[in-house]
């Protein structure tokens, strides 16, 4: 299964940005593997956003 470049661009930029990581490192996550830690991502910034 392949996935759209613009939703793996997404993916890794939204992961680089908040965890600092290597596009090498990142891009070798597996696709699953990548999409929970955008899942993570997500669910810190929400409870960071409702602790204002």
Known sequence: MTYAP???HEEVAYVAYH???A?????DLEHPQR???VRE???I???MSEER
């Open 6 to 8: 613009e939703r793996i």
């Open 19 to 21: 965890f600092h990581w």
């Open 23 to 27: 596009l090498d490192d990142i891009l």
């Open 35 to 37: 999409l929970q830690y």
């Open 41 to 43: 991502i997500a669910a």
């Open 45 to 47: 910034n929400r409870r």
